[in-house]
């Protein structure tokens, strides 16, 4: 069809098609989930003031028996119960019952004949239910009851007030689970609540006409789902045993006591079904905002594609993979889109170019190196001659002191001629290491010795952590590395010291655990510093601020550090000394036992 031989129309179509397919299906996908996640927070959260319900309620009861057994043992209490006067108790009963805020409070005598009675219910202390309960709270037994009253039942601690042998009374403290108490329970859960007892809703948040539809949802196990009025709930029903109460109080014969939580399903629908009309109105209006985007979109692609071909064409007519299109101000480039597409393609013929100049950098260093090991070779026959020549001069019998200075002068550049040659060799060869266990505050040690042997009067202070374990990695290497780093330290501090030697600053050396089991050393000299325009140059080959120096040394070591599998970073500022941190793995997977530096 000749509607599609149109990049623009191919580009319109295709991609309004894409979007109206995307924004349906995530749609329809979005209305799934949120129904299946609305119903499963429904049941969680009420699974949840299920759980809350039972912890506040034993909360609550485990406060009452711990107050009710305080309260028995009181001496006023006691002293009061001792006269057997009701007039004489109640008063102390009504005291304790407002300080506990419980809704019984009952106190009796030891022959259980009841001496006083506080609380916003009276219970009635004939009633059955009380007697079993005070009886083995004579008999010295605390004790855990459910007694039955108009509009719900009370769950009660009943202690004995004994001192010693001595029974002084019963002390009866409880609070009901009535309309009041589902009230509370329903501002905490957030959750309608019902009381029933032995299977009849005696106290419910909801009217009392839907009692007997709630009474058919006691003892049920599962989630339900009931209609009541025009208002769909999920309820769950959980029994209220007395040994949920959480102590070791024996529990006596009572009723049963459940517990019915109720939410509306009805009003999360009705919030979905907003959702579902937002999510509707919005997929519209984004498929209408799509469609005429796309067909901008492929209005404004098309346009600047001719200027990139062309480019493209003389680039592989000529080679010259560095060409850039020239960003003039016109109607071409007006699109912020084009701009950018002609600005990336400017960006890649950059990187272009700086990957030409990095590869053919790495090929002069490549052929640098190679050229330094051949010169290497041959430059350390001659030193090796002239070392044997100078052993002989030494033998010499007598020598004038202008001999020997210049014998001297001669062994010490040949000396410095032969670390340099060393040290060139290190960098250009491949790295073979030997990894067994190390100690590594012994390295550190027999570095910082090493490292001193050539200037005494710079001090390096060891702050080694004595509980590291030894590590596998190859000690040879990590010390040639700890020798390089602190020669270079004890040059920046001699730098750093007066022409008389006076002022000369030390060198520290610190071991410590880092994270993920690796460990860390330390190197801190109060040097001359580096400057912040040489501090990224500093693991340059060949790069070094010394007169003397190779530029090697951190080169190196830096190889040896990677190729154990570790870091090694340098933090410094100018005058005021450098900080060279060294992590290795405490325990690491084997390297490469060969790394060929580049």
Known sequence: MKIFSSLTNRIFLGSALLTVVTIAVAVSRVNVAVTTQAENELHRGLDEAGTLLEEYRTTLFQHYAREARLVADLSDLKAAEATLDPPTVQPIAEKYQQAIGCDLFLVTDPSGRLLAEAGRLRAGYQMTASREPIDRAREGKETVSLWPHAGGVIQVATVPSITGPELFGTVSVGFSLDEQAAGTFKRLTNSEIAFAIDGRVEASTLPARHNVQLGALVGSGSIRVIDLDDTQYVAVSRALP????????????????????????????????????????????????????SYAVARTVTRPLAAITATMREMA?????????????????????????????????DSIARFQHEAAQRERLSSLGRLSTVVAHEIRNPLMIIRTALRSLKQEASPSPRAQAAVADVDEEVTRLNRIVSEVLDFARPIKFDLGPADVNALCEDAARAAGIEAPSVSVHLDLDRTLAPIVTDGERVRLALVNILTNARHAVLAHADPAGRGTRGIRVVTTRAASGRVSIEVRDQGVGIGPEDLGRVFDPYFTTRRTGTGLGLAISRNIIEGLGGTITVSSRAGRGTDVRIELPGNPVEPSRTLQNQ
């Open 242 to 293: 007395l040994q949920s109460a959480g102590t070791n109080t024996p529990a006596v014969g009572g009723p049963h006591a459940t517990a019915l939580i109720l939410r509306s399903r009805t009003e999360r629908l009705r919030f979905l079904n907003a959702v579902h009309r937002e999510l509707a109105v919005t997929a519209f209006f984004a498929v209408l905002a799509a469609t005429l985007v």
């Open 317 to 349: 007519s000529t080679g010259d993979l560095t060409k850039k299109i020239a960003l003039s101000p016109g109607t071409r480039w007006d699109d912020e889109d084009a701009r950018l597409l002609a600005g990336t393609f400017n960006a890649m013929t």
